[in-house]
């Protein structure tokens, strides 16, 4: 594995950004091992490559992330998370006053969807309205309000997935 260990990414009780450090080899091969089980060893097998090569690893209820530098790829963990990649990699465009979404490009490997997505950076409510001067309407109907900046500087939810 590229990296000793992974900063894991997730929001405390009052709905916060928190970032901790985790042990890699249990947190990331028990997750790794829940994909196999639903998807076969195909899984297995991306959870490596992706992990040799990517700066950080967090993971959600449904599926896993793989950061990079400029994008992230999003691999299921079970079938909820196909379900939610499936739905997230679908989506595109926006409108104004509407929800605004990171760019996507879903891709099938072994039937199993896999989401690329830009990489947005976490921006928290005081943030936007140090920048935009307001928090945007719409930002309330993501859920826990999980929204960022693009290196574009564009607002954009980053986790849409349905389940």
């Given at each position: 594995?590229?990296?000793?260990?992974?900063?894991l990414h997730?929001?405390?009780?009052?709905?916060?950004?928190?970032t901790r450090e985790s042990n890699t080899i249990e947190v990331f091969e028990s997750i790794k091992k829940q994909a196999i089980e639903w998807f076969g060893a195909e899984i297995g097998e991306l959870f490596d490559r992706f992990a040799n090569r990517c700066e950080e690893f967090s993971s959600g209820r449904n599926r896993a992330v793989f950061i990079f530098p400029k994008y992230v790829v999003k691999l299921p963990t079970c079938g909820d998370g196909c379900a939610d990649n499936d739905w997230e990699g679908s989506i595109c465009g926006s409108e104004p006053?509407?929800?605004?979404?990171?760019?996507?490009?879903?891709v099938y490997h072994h039937d199993i969807p896999i989401v690329f997505m830009e990489r947005v950076e976490y921006a928290s409510t005081?943030?936007?309205?140090?920048?935009?001067?307001?928090?945007?309407?719409?930002?309330?109907?993501?859920?826990?309000?999980?929204?960022?900046?693009?290196?574009?500087?564009?607002?954009?939810?980053?986790?849409?997935g349905m389940r």
């Open positions: 594995m590229k990296i000793e260990y992974f900063p997730y929001r405390d009780e009052s709905g916060n950004m928190v006053d509407k929800i605004q979404y990171a760019r996507t490009r879903l005081k943030n936007m309205r140090a920048k935009l001067g307001h928090e945007p309407e719409w930002v309330h109907s993501v859920d826990c309000s999980q929204v960022g900046w693009t290196r574009k500087g564009r607002l954009v939810a980053y986790d849409f």
